[in-house]
């Protein structure tokens, strides 16, 4: 049985950890919003300030990974405690890929303002997805801070909304294509980025996910989970 001394040290190692994943979430939210300035006002300077962080949050990946490894190494923590670390590095991976698909926004803008190519009025084409993405990635990693298993739940069924969205959007962009050839360089730009945008809504439901995972036990992966809760709410 581990000593009294031994658990007060895990959790103060679990809670240093837990606030370097939400200094990483903070960082790949800025990452995430300033990739999409870059875009709506084709900043090549600030696209580039936006790659260079995507390097910060990759470091941030390997120091955080290696902390979990030898927190269950050092601790052994028992099943709802490993269930935690499992879960934070679940979340570490995803936040990483955030920054992933913001890096392929602000490589896109840069594309677009140094090629010169035709606008389709390409930022008002995914702000209203954009919206919904960031809000998305903010309110899940509140409740990754909060451990809040019912906000996590709502998330879920949300990003049914930004899939939504993108799939409208890929229909438009594909008129627009179609309607006019000079638009498809732009047009291919702008529907790259919704796809980053829209995986970015797919990672911020797994860390909500996680989140019901960490509280709850439950892996939901793959499940209609959001709907069967709200059912049973009402």
Request: contains cysteine; negative net charge.
């Amino acid at each position: 049985m581990p000593s009294e001394h031994s658990s007060k040290q895990y959790d103060l190692d679990l809670e240093q950890i837990r606030s370097k994943v939400l200094l990483m979430g903070g960082l790949v939210e800025s990452q995430f919003h300033d990739a999409l300035e870059c875009f709506r006002h084709g900043d090549v300077d600030r696209a580039g300030r936006v790659m260079q962080a995507d390097e910060q949050v990759n470091r941030l990946e390997v120091t955080l990974d290696d902390a979990c490894s030898h927190l269950i190494v050092r601790r052994q923590p028992a099943a709802n405690d490993l269930r935690t670390v499992m879960a934070t590095i679940k979340v570490i991976t995803d936040l990483e890929r955030i920054g992933d698909e913001a890096t392929k926004i602000a490589r896109a803008a840069r594309s677009m303002q140094e090629r010169g190519v035709v606008s389709i009025n390409h930022y008002e084409t995914v702000r209203v997805i954009a919206d919904s993405a960031g809000a998305l990635l903010h309110d899940a990693l509140d409740s990754f801070a909060r451990l809040d298993a019912q906000q996590a739940t709502r998330l879920i069924a949300q990003d049914k909304a930004v899939d939504h969205e993108f799939r409208s959007i890929m229909r438009n962009l594909i008129t627009f294509m179609m309607e006019d050839p000079r638009t498809i360089s732009s047009a291919l730009e702008t529907l790259w980025v919704a796809k980053a945008v829209e995986r970015i809504g797919d990672h911020a439901k797994n860390i909500a996910e996680y989140v019901i995972y960490v509280v709850e036990g439950k892996d939901i992966r793959h499940t209609d989970y959001a709907s069967t809760a709200q059912s049973a709410q009402g």
